[in-house]
């Protein structure tokens, strides 16, 4: 297998216009800027008017990432799409963006591991390739959480925003292209965070909806703590796995959950603010999108050059969390 590696070939990004500023939040529930910058470093979120759903975004940054890969639609035999906020339960989210692409030759589907969603799918995408499974893979991070989010609830209401990354995925000269990649869960920690209602547990019905029980529920405090500690961990992992220390690192782009657990870590890995990348002040958590528009965002300002490392390092709900280790 360590013949062929999978590299991306392109990138692309998209989201909402509309903003949600941390002044438009100090009116509906009782916060300030001060605390959510102090405690979050999020200044902005982007939020999705009515009418706007997940796919419209995915199909718009992964139109870029195909074409920035050079290829047709047509050339992408898998669609990954990782998202915790599908368009609807039937049929996948994946499916519906395989339509509005005309990728008629793809296989797709959703993924759902939250935050981690886009290393899942990267590393699915990954083994596809190297297996010959695969040519030419699209791997999507789409949410819009803003849906699902409780705008009385102070401690989850300041966090989260929409949008979509996307990165199409290639066999390219093995010296590139992913070294390492690693993920993990533990469902015993599912009440850290989730959306309890609107499945088959706890069907939706008008006592569900009165209840809130579709609506995000999270014990921040003990997640800060677990997404430290793991996303430190696993990114130790994949570059020793690789052979390769912090110091290797060009940039590390983790999930931006929270500007002090991206500090947090970075400071556990030795990998100094200059090469870690951070959004988060202006489209705060965007879960499985966050490291795809960040990874987009760092192509877009040249931060990543040939030969680079880059370390993509991710934690979420279920819980789970991932990293993956890059030779751009
Ligand atoms: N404005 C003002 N005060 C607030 C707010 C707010 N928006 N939210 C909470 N507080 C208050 C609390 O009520 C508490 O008050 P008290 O001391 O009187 O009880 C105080 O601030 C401290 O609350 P903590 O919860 O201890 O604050 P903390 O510093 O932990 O910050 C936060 C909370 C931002 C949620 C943090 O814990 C965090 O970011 N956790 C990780 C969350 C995360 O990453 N979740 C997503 C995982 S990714 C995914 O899968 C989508």
Redesign the pocket.
């Known amino acids: 297998m360590a013949d062929i590696r999978a590299g991306i070939l392109g990138t692309g990004h998209s989201y909402p216009e509309g903003i949600l500023t941390n002044a438009d939040l100090e009116k509906m529930?009782?916060?300030?800027d001060d605390?959510?910058t102090s405690?979050?470093g999020i200044k902005q979120r982007r939020k999705a008017a009515p009418g706007e759903y997940t796919s419209l975004f995915a199909v718009k940054a992964a139109r870029q990432a195909i074409e920035r890969a050079g290829l047709e639609p047509a050339d992408i035999d898998l669609i990954l799409c990782a998202t915790v906020t599908p368009d609807q339960i039937l049929p996948s989210t994946g499916c519906i963006i395989q339509a509005e692409l005309g990728a008629n030759k793809a296989a797709a589907m959703d993924l759902v591991a939250?935050?981690s969603g886009f290393l899942y799918g990267l590393t699915v995408a990954d083994t596809m390739i190297q297996t010959g499974k695969s040519k030419h893979a699209l791997v999507i991070g789409a949410e819009i959480l803003t849906q699902y989010v409780d705008y009385t609830d102070?401690?989850t209401c300041?966090?989260?925003g929409d949008g979509a990354g996307a990165a199409v995925l290639g066999a390219v000269e093995n010296s590139h292209g992913i070294l390492a990649s690693r993920i993990r869960s533990d469902g015993r920690y599912e009440e850290q965070?989730f959306s309890p209602g609107g499945g088959t547990r706890r069907p939706a019905s008008a006592e569900t909806l009165a209840a809130g029980d579709h609506f995000f529920k999270?014990k921040?405090?003990e997640?800060?703590k677990v997404?430290v500690r793991s996303m430190a961990e696993i990114s130790r992992e994949v570059l020793e796995e690789a052979g390769l220390t912090a110091d290797d690192v060009k940039l590390f782009i983790p999930?931006q959950?929270?500007q002090?657990?991206t500090d947090a870590v970075a400071s556990k890995l030795n990998v100094d603010t200059e090469r870690v990348y951070s959004n988060i002040a202006m489209h705060g958590?965007t879960?499985s999108a966050s490291i795809p528009i960040g990874l987009d965002e760092c192509v877009e300002a040249g931060k990543i050059q040939k030969d680079d490392i880059v370390l993509l390092a991710s934690?979420?709900?279920g819980v789970t969390w991932g990293a993956v280790l890059i030779r751009w």
């Open positions: 529930v009782e916060t300030s605390w959510i405690r979050t939250a935050c102070r401690q300041i966090l989260f965070l999270m921040g405090n997640l800060f997404a999930h959950a929270n002090r657990i958590n879960s934690f979420g709900g």
